[in-house]
Nanobody, 114 residues
Framework: QVYLVESGGGLVQPGGSLRLSCVVS????????FDWYRQAPGKEREFVAR????????DYADSVKDRFIASREVSKSTLYLQMYNLKPDDTGLYYC???????WGQGTQVTVAS
């Protein structure tokens, strides 16, 4: 069984930064692609970023491109989503997921407000 546990969310002012973490257990991460999604209140879940297993550069939603950076630290079996210049529209519950097998974490809340 694969488990994904996100952390690092919180309340931040517009223009601020946060780094989300996702610890993966039950499987090694180098051979898998992982995604980040988010869901704002009353809205559908949306794609944020994809961190490829192949080492190819991550892909990002247009809304976060040039502000978010997805990465991984294999030795810690941890994925990261570094978020800069946060905006109120970035508010939501952020999930990491492994598409192969459709594994999801429980999410971590990010709130951007002044």
């Amino acid at each position: 069984q694969v488990y994904l546990v996100e952390s690092g969310g919180g309340l931040v002012q517009p223009g601020g930064s946060l780094r989300l973490s996702c610890v993966v257990s039950g499987e090694t991460i180098p051979t898998y692609t992982f995604d980040w999604y988010r869901q704002a209140p009353g809205k559908e879940r949306e794609f944020v970023a994809r961190d490829w297993a192949s080492g190819r550069r991550p892909d990002y939603a247009d809304s976060v491109k040039d502000r978010f950076i997805a990465s991984r630290e294999v030795s810690k079996s941890t994925l990261y989503l570094q978020m800069y210049n946060l905006k109120p529209d970035d508010t939501g519950l952020y999930y990491c997921t492994r598409p192969t097998g459709n594994y999801w974490g429980q999410g971590t809340q990010v709130t951007v407000a002044s």
